[in-house]
């Protein structure tokens, strides 16, 4: 574990944030934004999800799959004992079986194919570690003293994904693999307690990879509107500042998605965590720093009663249409997120960037007004990979309504300036919400070099002189594309039973462009 700079101190006893809270973390230091607070290179405890098994380096977190989707030109190794966790190199797995996988190589083999749950894993982990004595008694300490709400589980429903019905279970399983002597009591608290504290572990572009959990992160309070956030980068963990924190000041994260209302923060803190929370945000009844918007009951009914498949999507993003409600407002724009990904998975970039480049204009920057915030950032690198994808010889289909380009007298020769634009952006944004030090640095930076090789001189300068003309093109095309809705053959043939027109508007009819201009 590293204290970056020592600028870090715990509170003993009460959070300065809430009276709800438990010890908080205080800088010790004026920090400006977008500088590490701690950096943690070997987490306490960590799992991989199961598909994330076949994938991903057990000991290092080296995913096979690139920030861009792209093959790694590497291969992972079995383990030879278990045949269930992977490697990219000896030393990694040299590195992982004096941590842990000693302890569990045998249980995990008398189980395969059969991969135990990631929690019954995590907290097998713990006690493995701890029958060992390879936990380090400051961590212990720390680790052993955060909440674990046992009492609060005990009162949850059986319908609840976490039930104390389903934690005894997992207690059971623990105690029978790991054939400790620990009392099933002891267990069951200790489930609670990682149940709580866990994060979720990701690449540095926010898929998900598994959990990890660690006794200073753990002691981060949390807040709807914080003033730090975690990103990962392999296996280590960073705290970077979203703004100036002056000294003396607590440091926060987020434990959910902050951007939806406050009724939906409260309730969903409640049911997760057992608290109520008392931020600023959440006494003002704001979002964001923001007024906070809830959909009227009939949409909220309608939504959630949607399929869960692209036709269910597309069906909310229409409904949310037909009421007018606000773009940025959620679940709106958790539905347009969710379309985003599902029409990049079909390959049907088109309609993907129409809908990231109105996220990117109207969304984004409403939910996150920190330009280098994680989230942003990475969605940023999104939308810049689409703009690529249409610029490469493969996919030269259109870009969206071509009236609305020829109406701003947009030239396709504009793209490359576009293009060049997005990536010093996100380059600006990454330096600050994940650091010059992490791999994704170091393949943008590979990437720029290549582009710079291909570019005609002045490229770039070009392209930072046109930015602001351009945007302002960009921005009133996208702000036409707000409330269009892609309708799949499914919504059609409803419609038609329902006796209603579904036919996209003219404006949205797709037009082949210009080649594009080499």
Same mark, same amino acid.
């Given at each position: ?7 870090c ?16 973390i205080?800088?010790n230091?004026?920090?400006?934004p ?22 991903t380096c ?5 995913n ?18 278990c045949?269930v966790?992977?490697?990219? %190199? ?7 079986w004096k ?28 006690f ?8 380090e008694?400051?961590d ?40 400790? %002597? ?28 598994g959990l ?11 807040s709807?509107?914080?003033n ?9 963990s960073?705290?970077? %500042? ?18 939806? %209302?406050r ?5 969903e803190?409640?049911?997760r965590?057992f ?7 959440c006494?003002?009844g704001?979002?964001?720093?923001k ?9 909220e ?8 498949n692209?036709t ?9 249409v037909?009421?007018?409600?606000p ?12 379309y ?17 480049l109105?996220r ?9 007004p ?23 010889n ?14 701003e ?13 997005f990536m010093?952006?996100y ?13 994704i640095w ?7 070099k ?8 002045g ?20 702000e ?7 309708y ?24 082949e ?6």
């Open positions: 574990m590293v204290i970056v700079k020592g600028v101190r715990v509170i003993p006893g009460e959070s300065t944030i809430s009276s709800e809270a438990g010890t908080g205080l800088v230091q004026d920090i400006a977008g500088e590490p607070i701690l950096q943690i290179h070997e987490p306490f405890l960590r799992v991989l999800d199961s598909p994330r098994l076949m994938d057990e000991n290092c977190i080296y096979l799959t690139n920030e861009f989707g792209e093959r790694r030109a590497i291969d992972l190794s079995k383990c030879g004992g045949g966790v992977r490697y990219c %190199s000896e030393k990694c797995q040299k590195t992982s941590h842990h996988h000693k302890y569990e190589c045998k249980i995990f083999k008398s189980l395969h194919p059969r991969v135990l749950p990631n929690t019954v894993r995590l907290t097998m982990q713990f493995l570690r701890l029958k060992a004595r390879l936990i008694k400051s212990l300490q720390i680790f052993l003293g955060l909440e674990d709400h046992l009492e609060h589980f005990q009162k949850l429903p059986s319908s609840a994904p976490n039930s104390f019905e389903n934690i005894q279970l997992m207690a059971q399983a623990v105690k029978e693999y790991s054939k400790g %002597s620990e009392p099933l009591v002891a267990i069951q608290k200790m489930l609670c307690l990682i149940i709580v504290n866990t994060l979720t572990l990701t690449t540095p572009v926010l898929d998900t990879l990890v959990i660690d006794p200073l992160l753990s002691l981060i309070n949390h709807c509107n914080p730090t956030a975690i990103t990962f980068n392999g296996s280590t960073s705290v970077r %500042s979203l703004r100036a924190i002056p000294s003396g000041t607590e440091i926060t994260v987020s434990y959910i998605d902050n951007t939806f %209302s009724k939906t923060r409260i309730l803190l409640q049911s965590y608290f109520n929370c008392t931020c600023q945000d006494k003002n704001t979002t964001v720093g007024a906070s918007i809830s959909p009227p009951q009939d949409l009914n309608l939504l959630q009663s949607l399929p869960d692209q269910g999507l597309e069906m909310g993003l229409k409904a949310c037909t009421a007018n409600y773009p940025h407002a959620q679940p709106y724009a958790a539905l347009r997120d969710r985003i990904l599902t029409l990049i998975g079909e390959k049907n970039f088109k309609r993907a960037f129409q809908h990231a109105v990117y204009f109207f969304i984004d920057s409403v939910h996150y920190t330009t280098f915030h994680p989230v942003r950032v990475v969605r940023l690198m999104t939308l810049h990979r689409l703009i690529g994808v249409f610029m490469s493969d996919h030269r289909g259109g870009w969206g309504p071509d009236t609305d380009w020829k109406k007298g947009w030239d396709y020769r504009n793209w490359p300036s576009v293009f060049i634009s010093m952006e380059k600006e944004g990454l330096r600050k919400s994940h650091g010059e030090e992490t791999g170091d393949n943008l930076q590979a990437f720029e290549r582009i710079s090789r291909e570019m005609p001189e490229g770039f300068t070009k392209a930072e002189q046109r930015k602001a003309e351009l945007w302002a093109k960009l921005r009133r095309i996208a036409k594309w707000k409330d269009v809705v892609c799949s053959p499914e919504i059609e043939e409803q419609a038609k039973k329902e006796g209603r027109a579904a036919s996209l508007p003219e404006s949205e009819v797709v037009m462009p210009p080649k594009r201009q080499v």
